[in-house]
């Protein structure tokens, strides 16, 4: 139990070392990630209105359909091409990646590169 408390707390201090550096502009919004043990999260953000643009996840209707099993990177990957998909219809290419103080490995990596071949630039 210990172990999970230090990592949690590793995390949540990488995190704000971060957020202290970006901030998402309307021109450029921030893109959060944050995945749990199942399912992955992404939201485009405009810190200076507070408000959420676009979100997308994995627990959302679409991606839990079917009965194959899709892993988990790949998952991550579509998550990230359907959240380009979703920015650019409201008129954004350029956005800030915020990695939420995860490593930038595996499945975070994953939403970064699939929202790249979705048209978005970092």
Known sequence: MLKKTVLKSRRQRRKRTI????????TRPRLSVFRSSKHIYAQVIDDMSG??????????????????HVEKI????????????????????????DRNGFIYHGRVAAVADGAREGGLKF
């Open 19 to 26: 957020r202290n550096t970006i901030l998402g502009t309307p």
């Open 51 to 68: 408000h959420t643009l676009v979100s997308a996840s994995s627990v959302e209707k679409e991606f839990r359909e079917g009965d194959e």
């Open 74 to 97: 790949e998952q991550a990957r579509q998550i990230g091409k359907v959240l380009a998909q979703r920015v650019q219809e409201k008129g954004i290419d350029k956005i800030v990646f």
